[in-house]
């Protein structure tokens, strides 16, 4: 696949541009901080940019590695603790003789 496919939606970025192309996630991502460009998450979002450029795979793997880069370190997918307490409920068997 070459490195101007696009992805199948941009992805916006935190200054407010996005990205559109294989090409435009590249660029990006070499121009990060090298602390950051470092990052677990970013080296994932490099490795699946590499894999979908050389073996032909969906622009979908490549667009999910940039975005759980670019969100690395918020909450938004942790989930909140309960609010409330569960209910308890007791089990009562009832005998019959017969």
């Known amino acids: ?19 559109v192309t294989l090409r435009d996630a590249a660029t990006y991502i070499t121009k990060l901080p090298k602390a950051e460009h470092d990052a677990p998450e970013w080296r994932a979002a490099i490795e699946a940019l590499m894999l979908v450029v ?29 609010k409330k307490a569960a209910k308890k409920y007791r089990i009562i068997r009832w005998f019959c003789e017969t």
């Open 1 to 19: 696949m070459p490195w101007s496919a696009p992805f199948d939606d941009p992805i916006p970025l935190p200054d407010g541009r996005q990205i």
């Open 54 to 82: 050389g073996l032909g795979g969906p622009t979908m793997f490549a667009r999910i590695g940039v975005v759980r880069a670019l969100n690395r370190g918020s909450a938004a997918g942790i989930p909140s603790p309960r």
